[in-house]
C-alpha cells in the first residue's frame, strides 16, 4: 500500500511563505513525476507544479517566479516553496505521484490527502 503524506500548510498574511512537503511511503517499485495540486472552494482542481525523475519542472502561469517545486529523490519526497502568496492562493494543496509497484504493472496514479493553505491578513 502506498501513502502520501504532507505537511506544512497553515494560515499566513499576504506576502508571506510557506513550504509544503510531501512523502511517498510504501511498496513503492519506481517512482516517477511528483507534484501538487490545489482546490478552492467551488473550483476545480487545478495543477500547481509538476518536477520529473530527473528534476524538470512545469508550473501555472498564476505562481510562475513566487513558488518552488524540488524534491529528494532517495527520500521520496517532494517539496513546495510557495513566496509572495496571495489570497487567492487560498485553497486545499494535494500532493500527487505517479508510481510503479513492481515492474511490469502499470504507471498509477496516488493522491495525499490534503494540506489547507490559508492566506489572509
Known amino acids: 500500500q502506498v501513502q502520501l503524506v504532507e505537511s506544512g500548510g497553515g494560515l499566513v498574511q499576504p506576502g508571506g511563505s510557506l513550504r509544503l512537503s510531501c512523502a511517498a511511503s510504501?511498496?513503492?517499485?519506481?517512482?516517477?513525476?511528483m507534484g501538487w495540486y490545489r482546490q478552492a472552494p467551488g473550483e476545480e482542481r487545478e495543477l500547481v507544479a509538476t518536477?520529473?525523475?530527473?528534476?524538470?519542472?512545469n508550473y501555472a502561469e498564476a505562481v510562475k517566479g513566487r513558488f518552488t517545486i524540488s524534491r529528494d529523490n532517495p527520500k521520496n519526497t517532494v517539496y513546495l516553496q510557495m513566496n509572495s502568496l496571495k489570497p487567492e492562493d487560498t485553497a486545499v494543496y494535494y500532493c500527487?505521484?505517479?508510481?510503479?509497484?513492481?515492474?511490469?504493472?502499470?504507471?498509477?496514479?496516488?493522491w495525499g490527502q490534503g494540506t489547507q493553505v490559508t492566506v489572509s491578513s
Open positions: 510504501g511498496s513503492i517499485f519506481t517512482l516517477y513525476a
Open positions: 500527487n505521484a505517479k508510481l510503479k509497484l513492481e515492474p511490469m504493472s502499470p504507471l498509477n496514479t496516488y
Open positions: 518536477i520529473t525523475t530527473f528534476g524538470a519542472t
